[in-house]
């Protein structure tokens, strides 16, 4: 049988998603927990691979198993071995046709950001941070360049495996509240690396440093060397894939309403 989680995570203390040697990573000790609830080896597949720091609020994952439990079990059993920072929000028994990445249709990241003269203290790691004051018209009016289906190179990692580098960012969203900005991203697809540097890019605008017209310069020159710096890692997080709703996948879990 084929089981779907839904999992959340803070990723300060790994290396992200991947499995590596060290073990440090969300995979292998998602992968132990589920080993010793199992007593069998088991291996997971995830919808998107995050980066070290980055969290998620509902990363979706598939595993095989032949072992039978009720979604509440899979739940309970799993996140009694697991870190207080990882977490199984859901469980569910899914056709062996569901594949968490190949069923998706989009996915969908929030940069939470805060705009202070002084760094984050308790929301430090939690949150990106400015010390200059963002000019939330001119950040808007630089991302309508970059909807739509687009060669992205300009934003991509260089130790990127993505087979192509043409996505299709279907909205980003930006709001301020108090003294945050969150920002909302929805592609089909995300490059390693890109939000992160369109981030980077739109605060370059945000901070009066470069006009809007900046991003559609930076979007067509297809090379990384055009774009800002890549941003901190820290307030990045991935609120999950969509899913079409016969597979009865959940949008959200209650952590999405945590975030500012």
């Known amino acids: 049988m084929r089981i779907a989680l839904g999992v959340s995570y803070s990723g300060q203390a790994y290396q992200g998603w991947q ?3 060290s073990g440090r990573t969300v995979q292998d000790r998602l992968e132990a927990a589920l080993g010793q609830f199992t007593g ?8 998107g691979r995050t980066d070290a720091g980055v969290h998620a609020l509902m990363q979706v994952v598939h595993f095989d198993t032949d072992i ?4 509440h ?8 071995n697991l870190p207080k920072d990882i977490a199984v929000e859901w469980a569910l028994e899914v056709p062996q046709s569901f594949h968490c990445r190949a069923s998706a249709t989009s996915r969908r990241y929030a940069y939470v950001l805060r705009q202070s003269e002084v760094r984050p203290t308790v929301e430090a790691g939690r949150v990106g941070w400015t010390f200059y ?6 950040m808007t009016q630089a991302a309508q360049h970059l909807l739509g289906e687009h060669d992205f190179s300009s934003f991509r990692a260089s130790q990127c495996q993505a087979q192509t580098p043409i996505k299709r960012l279907h909205e980003i969203s930006i709001a301020q509240r108090g003294a945050y900005w969150r920002f909302e991203f929805e592609a089909n697809a995300f490059l390693h690396h890109m939000i992160r540097n369109i981030m980077g890019c739109l605060l370059q605008i945000g901070q009066g440093r ?7 310069e930076v979007l067509m020159a297809r090379d990384r060397d055009a774009a800002a710096p890549t941003f901190s890692p820290s307030g ?14 959940p949008e959200r879990t209650p952590a ?4 500012p």
């Open 19 to 21: 499995s590596q040697a």
């Open 40 to 47: 069998q080896r088991v291996s997971t597949l995830c919808a």
């Open 68 to 71: 039978a439990r009720d979604a």
């Open 73 to 80: 079990a899979w739940v309970r059993g799993t996140n009694a």
């Open 133 to 138: 004051p963002l000019d939330g018209d001119a």
């Open 210 to 216: 470069r006009p809007a017209s900046w991003m559609q």
């Open 236 to 249: 990045l997080y991935f609120l999950g894939p969509r899913y079409p709703a016969h597979w009865g996948i």
């Open 256 to 259: 999405y309403d945590w975030l």
